[in-house]
């Protein structure tokens, strides 16, 4: 996965320098050297100081990376996380990339401390989804993790998910938990299978065949939820999903389910405000 990351970090540089970042090389002499603080501006979770550090130093390897305040740390207004030396050109150059990430992995970051400080007392773990940020998968879901949170799946490769189209397209549960056992005893591969339900028919149905290690509740109400958890009985892992907030999350954890999956958490999150400046 490092070299996911790698790849992720060249492309961005090679889609905002191009044939050089012209401003900069125009106006600082290639041997000016100089400091840069990166100065928190709102309440949060910090993430990324350590990409943030991988950013920098490949982008020019002496470059000197002092930092005060590490990944999971709550942060507020004034707070400086780290403090930056080298060659001036490498300092505005590496600028934007490095907060780009920051923030964005601060927020997801402080998006899923919220959630998971709003589930303290429960046994139920907040998970995240696929839906990412194409490319900075890693980052999110690392943030994530950051926050408190879990990772679900990282992709379509480390687990079976048996979701809604797939039950349907398979013609029925019945065929599609078969399929996946068998594809993965002929593959040899060990994953975990998960399925979704979107009533108590399908529930049965699974219950009656078994062969998954988790189900999944798709769009059902904290009641049914409750009725759903006490019929599984504790036989496979539990997971609700589907429409749930941050103002209802407690009352499906209240139920007893193990995981709840929220999309939120990576989707549609504001970047946290920090800026990169010189000192």
Request: charge should be negative.
């Amino acid at each position: 996965m490092n070299e996911l990351i790698d790849r992720l970090i060249d492309l961005a540089f090679a889609e905002d320098i191009g044939d050089g970042d012209h401003t900069t090389l125009s106006c600082i002499p290639a041997d000016a050297m100089g400091k840069s603080k990166l100065l928190i501006k709102e309440e949060g979770v910090l993430a990324g100081i350590e990409i943030a550090k991988e950013i920098f130093h490949r982008f020019d390897p002496e470059m000197k990376v002092e930092v005060f305040i590490n990944d999971g740390a709550e942060v507020k207004p004034g707070d400086v996380a780290m403090v930056v030396e080298g060659k001036v050109q490498s300092l505005l150059q590496t600028e934007r990339l490095m907060l780009n990430v920051m923030q964005r992995m601060s927020g997801i970051a402080t998006m899923t401390r919220k959630y998971v400080k709003r589930l303290e007392g429960t046994k139920t773990r907040v998970l995240d989804t696929r839906k990412t940020t194409p490319g900075m998968r890693m980052l999110e879901k690392e943030a994530v993790k950051i926050g408190g949170g879990v990772n679900h799946r990282i992709g379509l490769f480390d687990m079976i998910l048996l979701k809604d189209n797939h039950i349907d397209f398979a013609g029925g549960i019945k065929n599609a938990i078969e399929r996946a056992k068998n594809y993965c005893k002929e593959k040899g591969k060990n994953l975990k299978i998960e399925i979704e339900v979107r009533n108590f028919d399908e529930l049965q149905q699974v219950l009656d065949l078994g062969g998954v290690d988790r189900i999944m509740f798709d769009n059902f109400t904290p009641e049914q939820t409750r009725k759903a958890v006490e019929m599984v009985g504790g036989r496979f892992e539990t997971e609700s999903s589907g429409g749930i907030t941050f103002d209802t999350i407690r009352s499906y954890a209240e139920c007893g389910v193990d995981f709840i999956s929220v999309g939120a958490l990576t989707h549609s999150v504001k970047g946290l405000d920090m800026s990169f400046k010189a000192c």
